[in-house]
């Protein structure tokens, strides 16, 4: 990725003229004042810039914004006549008489004029302004024109404070400024990634984003082509909050006080939190004493706190029916709470004692709880002696998830693919390296003390087709578990919805916009995704209008906190529930906002041994939460006229909009697009009504597992010779489900059951293989090969008699050993794009690969016999790859910035490296090996070995450590002889 960056204008690219050279080169987007001073100053005519004023004047009001923006942009037009080549747009020169123009409204506004006046690509856009303070405000200035940002206000106050005292000692105020542009380029990269987007210059002017609460004259004038789909403020709304800001700046008084903020951390008489400390305690308080009475009082502040406007759902109201229900004949809550989920919050994340009450507490509800992507302790899976289980029958995947064995998923009832990651969309669920202690490393197949990155989806869904594949796989994985899938509420999720339902699913969730708990940086609380009543109307609409909303179910989450919250996700389309926040809260948690730095005063999301005995939470307090959600729901329902949930999912027309008058602000917003309900037949289901054909009758495992009943059922070995053809997908997983559901983590003995194959194998070939299964095949393989790899074997070998180079010829398609967690694969051949990734535990040999080898490895061993493509090791964090690098080129195609190059000159590293060598020569006859092993001591120099930084600092601490403790204890039996 890349943050370099060209601006100025852009003459015809094909033409190599020297004016296409007539561009200012930065290294990264944020100016320096000293920068933009540069830039000022620069005398070549081929550079002449002019400033142009983001002002407005006091006295025009709230309507004198709009004139200046359209005068501002006529300024713009007229500058390019005159020659101007940059244009530098700045809100200096603020004072009584002068507001600034919103920098965003003013960038946008003058790139979009210029777009429509086709002379954009005549002049460069510098913005000049105080307003930028967070990452976010920097992506959205770039991405709606701005070639480059010059916070004035950030670096002025950070004089301000060096001359003050308020920098720590020994920093600067240079320094800091460093600081500052090296925080916010870092998170503007990240930002970038989850978008798929890898450099600057593609993100400029692109708007990714979608609008909330702006009205569509506004949208179309100045933000032309983003979605809002709510209506809401326009320009002279916006000139209003700006002149009253204004005019608190300005307005005389004894002593001025700025605000504290509090946009994370709660602060009294500042930014309003759903989740306040009177909120939190009534909900406490009532749990731990199953108070309904309080609950009562819990409720009506959080549903009251609603018509802060702080939430979508709190402009609802609900049509109740004439003549209510009995309480009686509605569904009882033991029904309902089944219905219920705790989020995707990992043992990681949050601390073992969380992590098992809500499971604890989810089971005896008969409801479910979820992994979240850190894997599980096998210890979890059984039951207690007195009934209950810790098992959290949610189980978080994708392939390439932290601690995914074939044992592990066949201990599931649901599986949940992970497309949206963390607590917001493209969110990694990272984990810091001080939170991973000895226990989550050995979960997460990883090093204690090693920070974790988990891989975004697309490096094995590129497609609804992918996506089918990993559901299709999920489902042999465990054929009696349902497979789930995790979405985010944003423009579109409707349709893909709609695919993911035809791609087999048995339940989609929309995630909803608030939230995030555990491990997730404070960068991403904000700003990511949409509220999920946006997403749930458009995914429920979507799929009843396609019938498909008959085959999937459909599940929402985002701060869900009462029964109200219940039905009204009911109506617009819901049948399942997730609560992640309010469940921690009833645990515990008073929302310090320390969840990252694993400083959590109560235990709850923290690793630390001493803090986590603090925790006092007990799943009874969980328990007693999800009967008040429910009987709520339950009085709302009777109230409404409906006896079952079924009866209420998707009618929205229960529900009808408050009168939004009491706030000036939300007068504009409609939210007649969620109520739209969808008009079909009487026939087209609205909830779901019947399972998935996942197409499992007629797979090969079928024919495998009777074969394989001596094996399964006695442990006894079983060889077999098949043919097999690329419609066979997902080849031995079934097989591996059925030996992880018996034998456990350990399966069977090496190679028990070996089977041969002869022919082109499908997708997913030897997915979740169990340990103790041989998977030969002789021929190739398609994409995804060894996918999760659980501690099975599997060797490729091109057809006998063949006339091409294996060395040089691709074998094993992309994807191959995505998540592998152990086992071992001797290929004989070169693989596809993206080989290993995430690989965490497998032992593997291959001749050549493609691009983006090793990303994200945590553990286990490559050997690569080949060339590489570029930008290997990306991301990774542990384990080892040895790389024959004979055309001393692999420098170049490494990527660096996790690890370094070293020469193979340890002896453990030889022996590894050559005891791998020889197995490839025994299973597969690779030639080059045997040139390797019979030419050792000169082929050994042309090896490097790809070592991770942290992993190596990790290990080399390790190693001192023991030494050191070897030493104590010879002394100590030095001085007892």
Known sequence: ??????????????????????????????????????????????????????????????????????????????AIQDGEKFLILSDRGVNEEWAPIPSLLGIAAVHHHLVRQETRTEVGLILETGEPRDVHQFACLI?????????????????????????????????????????????????????????????????????????????????????????????????????????????????????????????????????????????????????VKTYDEYSTLVNEESKRRSTLRGMFDFKFASQPLPLDEVEPAKEIVKRFTTGAMSFGAISKEAHETLALAMNRLGAKSNTGEGGEDPERFGQLPNGDSKNSYIKQVASGRFGVTAHYLVNARELQIKMAQGAKPGEGG??????????????????????????????????????????????????????????????????????????????????????????????????????????????HQTLVLNDLRGRIRVETDGQMKTGRDVVIATLLGAEEFGFSTAPLIVEGCIMMRKCHLNT??????????????????????VVNYFFFVAEEARRLMAQLGFRTVNEMIGRVDKLKVQKAVDHWKAKGVDLSPLLVKPDVSSDIA????????????????????????????????????????NVNRTTGTVLSSHIARKYGLEGLPADTVRINFKGSAGQSFGAFLSPGITLRLEGESNDYLGKGLSGGKIIVVPPEGVTFNPEETILIGNTSLYGATGGEGYFYG???????VRNSGAHAVIEGTGDHGCEYMTGGVIVVLGKTGRNFAAGMSGGDAYVLNEDGKFELRCNLGMVELESV???????????????????????????????????????????????????????????????????????RG
């Open 1 to 78: 990725m890349s943050l370099v960056t060209n601006i100025g204008p852009k003459p015809n690219l094909i033409a190599e003229t020297p004016e296409a050279c007539r561009r200012i080169k930065l290294q990264q987007p944020i100016l320096t004042n000293a920068d933009l001073q540069k830039i000022r100053t620069i005398g070549d005519s081929n550079f002449k810039n002019k400033t142009l004023p983001l002002l407005f004047r006091v006295a025009e009001g709230p309507d004198g914004l709009g004139v200046a923006v359209e005068k501002l942009c006529q300024q713009a037009s007229q």
């Open 686 to 725: 609205t909830y779901c009504v019947q399972e998935q054909d996942h197409g499992l009758a007629t797979i090969l495992d079928n024919q495998l597992v009777k074969l394989c009943q001596p094996a399964i059922e006695k442990g006894e070995s079983v060889s077999l010779d098949l043919p097999i053809r």
């Open 905 to 975: 000159v340890l002896p453990e590293d030889k022996a590894t490296l050559r005891t791998l060598l020889e197995s490839h020569v025994k299973y597969t006859g690779s030639r080059k090996a045997k040139e390797v092993l019979e030419n050792w001591e000169a082929k050994l120099s042309k090896f490097v070995k790809v070592m991770p930084i942290d992993y190596k600092r990790v290990l080399q601490e390790r190693r001192a450590a023991t030494a050191k403790k070897h030493a104590r204890r010879e002394k100590e039996m030095a001085g």
């Open 430 to 539: 990272q984990l810091p390296g001080h939170k991973v202690d000895e226990i989550i490393a050995k979960l997460r197949y990883s090093t204690p003390g090693v920070g974790l990155i988990s891989p975004p989806p697309h490096h094995d869904i590129y497609s609804i087709e992918d996506l089918a594949q990993l559901i299709f796989d999920l489902k042999n994985s465990n054929t009696q578990a349902a497979v789930s899938v995790k979405l985010v509420a944003e423009i579109g999720v409707g349709t893909v919805a709609a695919g993911v339902s035809k791609a087999h699913a048995d339940k989609v969730l929309i995630s909803g916009d608030s939230g995030g708990t555990g491990a997730s940086p404070l960068s991403s609380i904000k700003y990511a995704g949409i509220p999920w009543e946006i997403g749930l109307a458009e995914t």
């Open 143 to 291: 991405g709606y024109g701005a070639g480059a940002v010059n916070p004035y206000l950030v670096f002025e106050t950070l004089v301000d404070m060096e001359r003050d005292g308020y920098l720590p000692e020994g920093l600067d105020a240079s320094t800091a400024e460093g600081k500052f542009i090296k925080a916010v380029n870092k998170g503007l990269l990240k930002i970038f990634s989850k978008m798929g987007i890898s450099t600057v210059q593609s993100y400029c002017g692109a708007q990714i984003f979608e609008a909330l609460g702006l009205n569509h004259e506004l949208i179309d004038r100045y933000f032309t082509g983003t979605s809002s789909r709510i209506e809401g403020i326009g320009i002279r709304e916006i000139g209003e909050e700006t002149l009253r800001r204004h005019n608190q700046a300005y307005k005389p008084v004894p002593l001025r006080q700025l605000d504290f903020g509090g946009e994370v951390h709660y602060r009294i008489q500042s930014e309003h939190h759903n989740w306040n400390p009177e909120v939190i305690y009534k909900l406490q308080h009532s749990t731990r004493n199953n108070d």
């Open 600 to 621: 959590c005063p109560v235990g709850v999301a923290t690793q630390d041994p001493e803090l986590r005995k603090r925790f006092n939470g007990q799943p009874d307090h």
């Open 830 to 836: 070169t693989a596809g794009e993206r080989f290993a």
